[in-house]
């Protein structure tokens, strides 16, 4: 089923990640108590709740007698770990990554405008009437308030608070997820039926030089292990434009993604290659990987 809410109304912050991290290596059972969670975290009882959410919506954490780290959360968040502080992008990406893709009551958002919005541009407005539209076939109907309320989050999460167009983000961001530029502000306009303006959104759908390489070549093993598992094969086509693909998650063009395949024997160490001898461009998957080993990779260790 999809989901509208359990974020409490709140993007995931910056500190969130490594503060409930370091908390539960102490204690996997802390949010049983939210009370004692509001204390050692520092925050209101909503917060806890959100942060809460974000772990686990992230893949930080898992539900295990508790909450524990994942392998990847293990890998890059642990004392000893790759980015413990939040301080490479790469880390950003991985988390927008795993949101996109949770794969069991996924974010109706994340799910719908990254996937399924095929539109150049659009509104505040327009989100939120689709969303309510969609919400309102589900067996329980959600309120307009829940829905726009899932907009807001979803907005907050990649637009910066009260950046504009061309204005710098660097001391601005709610979220770091912001820091990616994945939506920009391209105008304004105004709202059906209203006089009032609203800004007009866009997708930065352009090569991402801060994805290298061999992250990349991680992103393709999510989506290949994730949809995938049982094919020997994928098209260039898909990678670029099938439902949580790396083309429409991370909105990189097919060409894009068609130079980056020219170098994927050797970035992913032989695991797949590049075959365009064929009509149908596509990856070969020569061998089995290892998810972490290729994180490992991704960071340069």
Known sequence: MLRFSGHETFPCRYSWIPKAYEALACNP???????????????GKNMVRAIRFWIRAAKIHTEDNGLVPTELG????????IDPYMEDIKTNWIIHWNIANISKNPLFAWRHVFNHWHHPEFTRTELESTFFTEASTLDRPLSKVTTDQHVDVFLRTYIAKGVGQDEAIEDSLDCPLAELRLIKIVGERSAK?????????SFRYEEKEDISSNLF????????????????????????????SPGQLLKIPEQSIRNRLENIEKNSGGA??????????????????????????AYGQ
Do not use: C
């Not at 293990?74 to 770990?81: C, L, S, T, V």
């Not at 039926?193 to 959104?201: D, F, H, I």
């Not at 149908?280 to 998810?291: A, C, D, F, G, M």
């Open 29 to 43: 059972h802390l949010f049983r108590d939210e009370a004692e969670a509001m204390v050692e975290l520092g925050v």
């Open 74 to 81: 293990k890998a890059i968040f642990a004392k000893d770990g």
């Open 193 to 201: 039926g209203s006089k009032q303006r609203e800004p007009v959104y």
């Open 217 to 244: 070549v991680f992103f393709i093993n999510d989506f290949w292990s994730n949809n995938r598992a049982n094919e020997k094969t994928i098209t260039l086509h898909d990678l670029a434009y099938a439902e949580l």
């Open 272 to 297: 797949f290659s590049f075959d365009d001898s064929s009509t149908v461009q596509r990856i070969v998957k020569n061998k089995n990987t290892n998810r972490i080993e290729l994180l490992y990779a």
